[in-house]
């Protein structure tokens, strides 16, 4: 919207005004996004916080057949302190992003309707007081809906990359810079799985005060400055990338998205005084997925978000051998709710699981060199 403002006001001779100047910058409207987020998010919590626990009562459902001290460390802790992520998030992208961009729509339109999904499963849980909210397959049907919708409205409106014909429908493999497989169609059922499938995985995450907040913004950080080179042409040719036209503009809303974060863990933070829920983790899982598609390093994602994919798989591998055997791999899953078990306090599992992500992510950027 401010970015508009300034295209305006240059149009019409202001352009020597030094603030005004500042708008054209990728990296200031990143940062003011940002700032903005985080300030949004800020300004919400202790109103929102109250006025969540006045409407939920008794709060989040707590599993009883888990961590024994989870039921009453944490019960009466209100939820959906996503929206808290969500506003800074959208007022800071729509202020300060490029709004004729395609890719921005793209991906705000995945996290709004991620996030009313997840919205609508948190209500369920807290009106009928149970940890099941809405099926599985309720949300994986609506989740491939939006995700289907929004690979086509890629392939179709995106901008196509001058450098590599073909690159809307195809999977970049990372390190390998020359291999590149053209999926033609079947590109969108990958697109979907990819959205899908880490919006779930960070929704899985989300098991421990602070535990996934920091992962996303970590990751939020890396797809930031992948989402700027690639969309740069001087530097995607130097650093031997596929140029991908436009989507640079993906990284006002990584900083959105990091300014968000940081202004809901000033109130998650052990012990939390609100939870995510499932409104800010489907919701961020889908935006991450989707900045990924766009700036077509999905397999890349696997990487920098490993610690959202162990904690899935660990889901998926308990459920599979308990059908098969009867018996547990883990203690517990998703594998956080493990080291619980084994003994570690809390804050051990987060900081650890903090160090993991961190890890990934620099590996994860060490991808775009090693060519």
């Known amino acids: 919207m401010l970015y508009f403002l300034y295209e305006w006001l240059s149009r019409g001779g202001h352009e020597h005004v030094p603030v005004l100047n500042l708008l054209k910058y990728l990296t200031f409207r990143t ?3 940002m700032l903005t987020a985080y300030i949004v ?3 919400m919590g202790s109103r929102f916080i109250r006025w969540m626990k006045a409407k939920q009562g008794k709060g989040q459902p707590i599993r009883t057949d888990g961590i024994a001290r989870h039921v009453t460390e944490k019960a009466g802790t209100p939820t959906m302190g996503g929206f808290m992520i969500l506003a800074g998030l959208f007022v800071g992208s729509l202020l300060f992003g490029d709004l004729r961009n395609i890719h921005v729509w793209v991906v705000l339109g995945i996290t709004a309707a991620f996030g009313v999904l997840g919205f609508m499963d948190d209500y369920a849980k807290v009106t009928k007081q149970t940890t099941a909210g809405l099926s599985s397959g309720q949300k994986l049907v609506a989740q491939f809906i939006v995700s289907i919708l929004a690979a086509v409205a890629l392939i179709i409106f995106a901008p196509q990359s001058p450098t590599t014909p073909g690159l809307e429908t195809s999977v970049v493999f990372p390190i390998l810079k020359n291999l590149v497989i053209n999926l033609g169609w079947f590109y969108v059922a990958f697109a979907a799985i990819t959205i899908a499938g880490f919006s779930n995985a960070v929704n899985l995450t989300d098991g421990l005060d602070g ?3 920091v992962p996303v913004m970590f990751a939020a950080s890396t797809f930031g ?4 080179l690639v969309g740069n042409v001087k530097f995607a040719d130097y650093l031997n990338l596929h140029y991908v036209p436009s989507v640079g503009e993906l990284a006002v809303l990584c900083g959105a998205i990091i300014g968000g974060g940081m202004g809901f863990l000033w109130y998650n933070a052990p012990p939390a ?6 409104t800010g983790s489907l919701a961020l899982g889908g935006a991450l997925g989707s900045i990924a598609v766009c700036a077509k390093h999905e397999l890349v994602l696997g990487i ?3 610690l959202f994919v162990a904690e899935a798989l ?3 591998i308990q459920v599979a051998y308990f059908k098969k055997t ?3 791999i883990f203690l517990m899953a998703p594998i956080h709710h493990h080291f619980e078990k084994l003994g570690w306090a809390e804050s051990t599992v987060v900081v650890r699981f903090w160090i993991v992500a961190m890890m990934l992510s620099f590996v994860g950027l060490a991808t775009l060199k090693l060519r």
């Open 314 to 316: 660990s889901v998926m």
């Open 304 to 306: 920098v978000g490993g």
């Open 273 to 278: 005084k609100i939870f995510m829920g499932d």
């Open 225 to 228: 400055l992948i989402a700027y």
């Open 326 to 328: 009867g018996k547990r």
């Open 41 to 43: 998010a800020v300004a």
């Open 211 to 213: 535990l996934a907040i």
């Open 31 to 33: 940062g003011m996004s």
